[in-house]
């Protein structure tokens, strides 16, 4: 295993984040199957409010759930089940986010996890997560800015779309 998992994670650094969403982490017991996970496991699963997990899920699928919840649109979020759903600007943005959002979780940040993401299998044009983040990333920027979701320090403003 060369990515980060939950197992990993400093859990109340976790829990900082996702409770400034108004999210809730529901560890779910090792080989066990994850409810709402999209891709099946380890990914993991979003539903409501709720981010399903085992110890094996990665940081990077953990956190682009997270992602996907705070960027999608009020209305999907009121019948969120799995599916996260949204556009191919919105999807850009979920990945540039998940980057920032792992700077707030000691032992993880960017650098990491974007050698996590490329380690995973995520695919950019620019051939790296690396190189797509300080790229063709910008236009994901700007879509989070327009959003309210960062701020021009590409801190999180820690607002829901």
Known sequence: MSYSELR???LPSLNV???AYGLEL????????IPASYWGEPEAGLAGRCIFARPDTPTHSLLHEVAHYVCMSKARRSTLWRNAG???EEEDAVCFLQVLLSDYLPGCGRIKLLKDMDDWGY???EGS??????????????WLLAKGIVDYQDSPTWRLR
């Open 129 to 142: 997560a690396n190189a797509w983040f300080y790229g063709d990333g910008g236009s994901a920027r700007r």
């Open 123 to 125: 695919t950019f044009r």
């Open 86 to 88: 949204g556009d191919t």
């Open 8 to 10: 990993m994670l400093n």
């Open 17 to 19: 984040i996702l409770s």
């Open 26 to 33: 529901i560890q779910v017991e090792e080989e066990a199957s």
